[in-house]
DNA sequence: TTTAGCACTCGTGATTAGTGAGTGCTAACA
DNA sequence: TGTTAGCACTCACTAATCACGAGTGCTAAA
C-alpha cells in the first residue's frame, strides 16, 4: 500500500482532529486548517481513495470520514513519532518517583494511578512475577492452643502469610523446631518450586523431629499454596465513564465486565512481557466488549530477568503517541524503581 | 399521620409493585390484583389523599403514583413485616460460612460478595476496628545490608508489614536484640497505642542497648503508624449500573465518585456500629450524590466489645424487606465467625 | 492536476398529530 | 355516606413531516 505524501498528511489530520474531537471530520473543515493547502474538493478526492484503501471510514452515506480500525493500525505502525512528553508532564512523573518508597506493592499501585490520571484511561500495572521470587524467612506465630500464622518474606520483601490450623499433639517445641528446620531447608528456595521441595525434601526431615509431622506438612503445604495469578493493579477503573463512546450504560456494563472479570485481562498483559511496547486496536484483542478500545502495553525489566508489565486501555480513538511516550518514561522508570528491590538479593 | 386500613393496604402495594417494576403505578393496574377489590375510582381518591399526605408522588399531572422518600420511610417504618428468607437463600448463605474460613478478611471479603451477588445492589463491609487488636509477636527480617522487613502480628491474627531502611552502623546482633526488647515491651499493646509506648517506653530501653537507637525508633515509629481508616470492602461496585434509575451515565458517574473517594463513605458506615439495623433513605444520606439511593446497615458485634458493619447500598427503590432479612442473617453469622478469630485471644 | 460549482444524501432538531394510560370531578347508586 | 361508573382532560410517547446544514460525489472549467 503506496500513499502519497498529501494522502499521509491528510490522514495523519483527520486521525488527529478525530482523536481529540471524536466528531467525524469533514473536507471542508480540514480545508480551513493552516497546514493543508488544498481545496475541499480536493480533499474529497483523497479521501475517497484512503477509504477505498480501508483506512477510512463513514458512518453514513453523507458524513464525514472516521478513522478505520486499520486506519488507526496504520496510523500507529506509520505516522507516530516519538514526542517529547511536557515538561508538566515529566515533572509530574518525577514526584511519583522521587521519594524512594520501599514497598513493591506500593510503586506499582501509585504508577497505576498516574497513570490513569494523566491519560484519563484505564491503567492496568501486573508487577514482576514473584513466582521467581525466593524465600528469605519463615516464621510462625502461634496465636492460640490451636492456630498460628505462618508467615513467609522473600528476598523482594514480599511477605505472605496465612493462618492455619495446628494440628493436636504439637509443643510449641516442636512448632519452634519445624520453624528451624523450615528456614534451613527452605531459604533460597523459589516460590514456585517450595511445595514440591515441602513433600520430597522437608518431609522426611521432619519425619524425624516432629510428632505428627503428616499433618504439619499438610497445613503447611496450602500455605505455601500461593495463588497463581499475579494480582493486577487498576487505576481509574471508572475513567471510561468520561468518554463518549460509552456514553451508553450498555456498553460501559459489557466493557466493566471484562475490566472486572480480571483473568480475560490478565494473558492480554501478561504476554507482553519482555517484548517493547505493543499495541492492539479494536478486534486485534480478540474479544467481543473489547472491540472498541485499544490496549497499549509496555514491558519493564527488572533485574534478574524478571519482567513487569504496564497497560493502558482507552477507546480505539487515544491518544496513542502521547501514551506510548508516558508508557516508555514510565516503564524506565519503573524498571529502575523495582530493580532497587532486586538488585540487592545477592548480597 | 393517620391510615386507613384501606390506605395502608394502597399504599403498601403501590410501593411493592414499585419497587418491582420501577414504573409509576396507575389505578387501573391496582384494582385489578386479586386482593384489592375496590374500583379504580376508590384508589384513586385513596391515592388523592396519601399524595395530599405526601406519601405519594406524580412523575406529571396524568401519570401513575409513585412512592415519595416520605412514603418510603413509612413504608420501612410502618408496613414493613420481617419476613424469612428463600430456603434457596438460606443455604447459599449457609455454604460461605460452612467452610471454616481462617483469615478475617477474607470472611468479610466473601461477606461482601454474597450479599452484593444476592440483592443485585453494592454492598459495603466494614471488619471489626483493628486498633484495639493487641500486638501478639513483632518479627524483624532482614533483606540485606539496607533494609528489612518489621512485621507486626496481632492477637486477631492480622499481619502487618513495612518496609524500612536499616540505619547505618546497627549490627545483626542489634536487630536480634531489639526483636526481643520490643516483644518483651509490646506485646499485649493495642495497635493504637504503639507509637505513644514506643517513645515513651521502648525508646528509654533501647538507649541501653542499642547503637544509634533514635535513628531505629525513627524508622520504627513510621512502621507504627498504622492507616487511620479501617479498609471498606465492596462487594457488587458495578451493580447499580443495572438499576434503571442510574441508565443515565452522568447520574452513575456521581454515585460511582462517592463510592470510590471511600471517605465520604466511610463515616455513614462506621457511624452505625453498634445500633442494630439502620436505615437513610435518599437525602437522609447528606449528600446529593446519595440523594437517589438508599443505604441500610446492620453492625455486628463480635467478642471483646467491638463491632463491624455491613452495608447495602441501592435504589431508594430497594427490596427493603429481603435486604433487612438478609443483613440480619449474615450479621449474625458474621458476628458468630468472626468472634472465634476473637474469643480465643485470652487463652 | 486542481478546484469551483452543483445536485444529492442523510442526520438532527423542531413541529405536529394520534394514541393510550392515567387523572380529577360529578352524578348516580347501594 | 361511602362507592363506583362515566367522562373530560392531561401529558408522555411515538411516528411522521419538514427545514436545515454539513457533508459527499461528480462534472466541467482553469
Redesign the interface.
Known sequence: MMLTDRQLLILQVIIDDFIRSAQPVGSRSLSKKEDIPFSSATIRNEMYDLEEMGLLEKTHTSSGRVPSEKGYRFYVDHLLSPQALKKKDMSQIQSIFADRI??IENVVQRSAEILSQMTNYTSIVLGPDHHENKV??V?I?P?????A?A?I?T???H?E?????IPPGLNPEDIERMVKILNDKLTGTPLVELQDKMYKEVALFLKRHIANYDLMIEAFAQIMNIPVHDKLFFGGK?NM??QPE????DK??ML??VI?REDYLYPLIKETSGSGIQIRIGKENNNEALKDVSLITASFPVIGGQSGSLAILGPTRMEYSRVISLLNVISMDLSKALSTFYD??D?
Not at 496465636?143 to 492456630?147: D, G, M, P, R, T
Open positions: 520501599l514497598e528469605k524467612s516464621q506465630i496465636l492460640n492452643l490451636e492456630s500464622i508467615i518474606v528476598d523482594t520483601g511477605v502469610n496465612k493462618r492455619f490450623t471508572m465513564m468520561n460509552f456514553n451508553d450504560v460501559l456494563r466493566m465486565d472486572d540487592q538479593d548480597k
